[in-house]
């Protein structure tokens, strides 16, 4: 433990190992399989919320293997030749200090995909090339940007870690830094920050001589965007409905129309049987108020929306569900994409007859059944200047 008193108190009480971890039980217990199965996977992406302890895990990890923990963050892969001239040889030769080496990409969010031009692309190269574990923290590991990299990493997602965990971790700081605030405050302390233990631990410091509420309001509420895994997670785990499930979707960055998307998918995913026909009830009732919504204009309903698809779903089980489960993203969207192609291929086909043949366009459509034995002859897709993209689509 570092003993300079101006030193941060997370930094100061960073996890050193497995057991100092708090909170993210399951993440570990699959950081050790990862370790095990190496090399057949030679990396693991740590993902989750900010302060729930990803790169405090990295460092458990180090620790552990007794492995020197050669570090990177976003800036560093803004330049590809710097990666290739010093990440390059440092990823296959061994340490000369520790037993083992980790490679540690922190804060992979900060790449961007078009500005850092090749950084994730040698990203990737050094997950092929790398004689050691590779270690990637990440806000949102789900970006678009990162769909190559979750193909060759493992995932391991870090909860919002529970207040009463928190509430734990702040209480044993105050034994071991000798200062006396509040039970009050502390409980307060650990429900604002939703998790965030590093949060936690910096309003602790702040507050830790000065106990009265008014200082504790300066903290304030933190307006954390929440992932739609986690609210999700969140719904279909917990079968206790109170007001944190009335609200599960309010901090989540999305508009509720594909909040609704998210949560058709993923029901078949956790319940079968009566509770399958009970969440789907609840979806149900949800969708005839989105319908009224959007005739009537009466936003009033939307609160109904929310509460069915948030503790109406929740409701359909009659117990607490435990364990990880993988969400899948919204396939209806890909459809719905899918399908507006095809109409897209079949108007600008009757677009081209229809200017040929001196009708509108409506009726070509209307008539495109037809159409299509009629373009079945080689010469009239020539006059037609039909491209190869038309032809696919009339002789499927």
Not at 156 to 176: G, M, N, P
Not at 375 to 393: A, M, P, Q, T, V
Request: net charge positive.
């Amino acid at each position: 433990m570092i003993s300079n008193d101006n030193v941060p108190w997370c930094e100061k009480y960073r996890a050193n190992c497995f057991a100092d971890v708090q909170g993210q039980e399951f993440a570990v217990d699959k950081v050790k399989l990862f370790l095990k199965s190496f090399p057949k996977t030679k990396a693991i992406a740590l993902h989750g919320p900010p302060g729930v302890g990803k790169t405090s895990l990295a460092y458990a990890i180090a620790f552990e293997m007794d492995a020197e923990i050669l570090e990177l963050n976003s800036s560093d892969f803004r330049n590809k030749a710097k990666i290739a001239e010093i990440v390059g040889p440092a990823s296959r030769q061994k340490s000369l200090f520790r037993k083992n080496k980790i490679i540690l990409v922190d804060e992979v969010d900060g790449i961007s995909a078009i500005k850092d031009r090749g950084g994730l692309g040698e990203l990737l190269v050094l997950l092929e090339k790398s004689a050691f574990p590779i270690i990637i923290t990440a806000n949102d590991i789900w970006n678009r940007k990162f769909n190559l990299l979750r193909r060759k990493a493992e995932l391991v997602q870090l909860k919002e870690v529970d207040y009463k965990v928190v509430l734990r971790i702040l209480r044993e700081v105050c034994e071991k830094e000798n200062c006396v605030v509040s039970s009050e405050v502390l409980t307060s302390i650990a429900i604002r920050v939703r998790g965030d233990i590093r949060a936690a631990l910096n309003d602790l410091q702040l507050l830790s001589k000065m106990d009265s509420p008014e200082l504790l309001r300066e903290v304030g509420e933190r307006n954390k965007e929440q992932s739609i895994f986690s609210a999700l997670q969140y719904v279909f785990k917990n079968a206790k409905i109170d007001g944190d499930m009335i609200k599960v979707y309010d901090e989540v960055n999305m508009p509720i129309d594909e909040v609704f998307l998210w949560v058709e998918e993923n029901i078949p995913v956790e319940y079968k049987g009566v509770e399958l026909v009970r969440a789907l009830d609840a979806l149900s009732l949800a969708d005839v108020f989105r319908g009224r919504i959007r005739r009537q204009r009466h936003w009033r309903f939307m609160v109904y929306e929310y509460f069915l698809l948030g503790a109406g779903v929740a409701s359909a089980k009659k117990y607490n569900r435990t364990g990880w489960t993988n969400y899948r993203k919204p396939s209806r969207i890909l459809k719905i994409w899918l399908q507006n192609q095809r109409a897209a291929k079949k108007k600008t086909i009757c677009q081209k007859y229809a200017k040929r043949c001196h009708i509108s366009t409506k009726t070509a459509m209307k008539d495109f059944m037809l159409l299509k034995i009629i373009l079945g002859k080689r010469e009239i897709r020539e006059e037609l200047n039909l491209d190869n993209d038309e032809i696919s689509y009339l002789d499927k």
